[in-house]
Structures are given as structure tokens and as C-alpha cells.
């Protein structure tokens, strides 16, 4: 039986970043709950079952600082890991001193984020995460193997490059809504800008042609704000 998706509680006030980091998490198979605001994420908490919380430091309404220290009177072993532009050494420490598992500094790379939270499951939760795992995800009756970089259409394999792979997670982790362009330069270039947008469209394009074998599955313009895989 497929085990289910780890699920990871985010904070983050920043939008664009946190529909960044949501989007990325999502595609590396993580269940996200995301939240702007540090009361909403401790209310989520109380209520929920998570088993890893990313935690930006300085949010509205109560600072990750603050959420930590409740997490850790209800919750003594889940993981936490604080993202923050505070570099010095003493907010390090207080991170830590609140039962920090990790204290990253912006800017950072998602692959390292990725990396740290894979370590951390791993250690706390002893056996593999789903990101160790092959992911899959069926659109009509296209197979999109995300581990393999391909598009299984029948007997037909359709090999796809690294940004084409990317991109189709992004789309399947949002099925038949509208993802609008500035999200998606974020979420796959970490970038944004004409020569960002141009290349976008060709990827997109190129995307498009390669699920035409299943006339149910569509990649569309949505104009003037972005696109939209339908299926």
C-alpha cells in the first residue's frame, strides 16, 4: 500500500514566497498546509496532524519565534525548521534554544531546503520519505513519471527534459486551475522578467505538443493572466 504523503505545516507572510515554497513542496510529493500569518499556523496546528513545520521567524499577528515555543508545549518531537533573514548569531541560538531541527538563512536554494527537510524526515522518522520514492501522477491517460522524466502514452515513452518535468508537477499539482504567469517564472526560474516570460512560453509550448497524444488533456492560454492544464 502506497504510504501517504508527508505532511508539512508552512509559514511564510511573503505571498510570492510562499506560493514558491508551497508549489516546490507540493511537487516533491509533501502534503502542504500553508499559512501567512503565525496565529492562523498554531490554530492548523492544534487542530491537525503535521509532521514537519517550516517556520518564517518574522510574521504578522505572533513571530515564528513565538509559534515555536506553543508547538513545543503541545508537540516535543516534531520537527522544525525556521527560515529567516536574521543573521546573527543570537537569533541563531534562540532559534535553536526553542528546539529549532534547522535555522535557514535567505536567500536559499530550494534544492537545499529540499535536502535539509529529506535529512531531517529521514533521521526523525527512520524510513524513506515520499520524495525517495517514485512519483507518479495520471492526467487522462497520460502517465507523467516525474521520477524518470517522462510521459508514458500507452506503449509510448515521451522523454522530457528537466525544466519540462518541472513544469508539468507544477501544472498536476494544480489541475484544472489558473496558475498565472508571475507564479510560475517563480516557481520554476526563481526569476521573473521578459526573457524569463519568453522562455516560459517555449517550454510551454513545447509541454503542450507533448500531451497532445490524449485529446482530453489540455494545456491552456488563459489570457492576459496565465495558464491552465485541464483534464
Same mark, same amino acid.
Given at each position: 500500500? &502506497? @504510504? ?7 509559514? *511564510?507572510?511573503?505571498?510570492?514566497? @510562499?506560493? =514558491?515554497? #508551497?508549489?516546490?513542496?507540493? =511537487? ?7 499559512? +501567512? ?8 496546528? =492544534?487542530? /491537525?496532524?503535521? *509532521? ?11 513571530? %515564528?519565534?513565538?509559534?515555536?515555543? #506553543?508547538?513545543? &508545549?503541545?508537540?516535543? !518531537? ?7 533573514? &536574521?543573521?546573527?548569531? $543570537?537569533? @541563531?541560538? !534562540?532559534?535553536?534554544?526553542? %528546539? ?10 530550494? #534544492? ?27 492526467? %487522462? ?12 502514452? /500507452?506503449? !509510448? ?5 528537466? &525544466? ?16 498565472? @504567469? ?7 526560474? #526563481?526569476? $521573473? +522578467?521578459?526573457?524569463? /516570460? ?34
Amino acid at each position: 500500500m &502506497k @504510504r501517504a504523503a508527508r505532511t508539512i505545516l508552512l509559514v *511564510e507572510d511573503d505571498r510570492n514566497m @510562499r506560493f =514558491m515554497l #508551497e508549489d516546490n513542496l507540493s =511537487m516533491a510529493g509533501y502534503a502542504v498546509t500553508a499559512f +501567512g500569518d503565525g496565529q492562523s499556523a498554531l490554530n492548523a496546528f =492544534m487542530k /491537525g496532524h503535521f *509532521e514537519l513545520c517550516v517556520l518564517d521567524v518574522m510574521l504578522p499577528v505572533r513571530d %515564528g519565534f513565538a509559534v515555536a515555543q #506553543e508547538i513545543r &508545549k503541545l508537540n516535543t !518531537q516534531v520537527p522544525l525548521i525556521f527560515l529567516t533573514a &536574521k543573521t546573527l548569531k $543570537e537569533d @541563531r541560538i !534562540q532559534g535553536f534554544k526553542l %528546539g529549532a531541527d534547522d535555522y535557514i538563512t535567505k536567500p536559499f536554494s530550494i #534544492e537545499e531546503l529540499l535536502l535539509r527537510i529529506e535529512s531531517i524526515l529521514k533521521r526523525v522518522y527512520h524510513q524513506a520519505t515520499r520524495a525517495d520514492t517514485q512519483f507518479q501522477d495520471t492526467i %487522462g491517460t497520460l502517465v507523467c513519471d516525474f521520477a524518470n522524466q517522462q510521459i508514458l502514452a /500507452g506503449d !509510448q515513452v515521451i522523454t522530457l527534459t528537466n &525544466k519540462e518535468t518541472k513544469l508539468l508537477k507544477l501544472f498536476c499539482a494544480h489541475k484544472n486551475k489558473v496558475l498565472d @504567469r508571475d507564479s510560475i517564472q517563480k516557481a520554476i526560474w #526563481e526569476d $521573473e +522578467g521578459y526573457f524569463v /516570460g519568453r522562455s516560459m512560453d517555449v517550454f510551454i509550448s513545447r509541454l503542450r505538443k507533448l500531451l497532445r497524444d490524449d485529446p482530453s488533456v489540455s494545456l491552456v492560454n488563459v489570457h492576459g493572466v496565465g495558464y491552465k492544464l485541464t483534464c
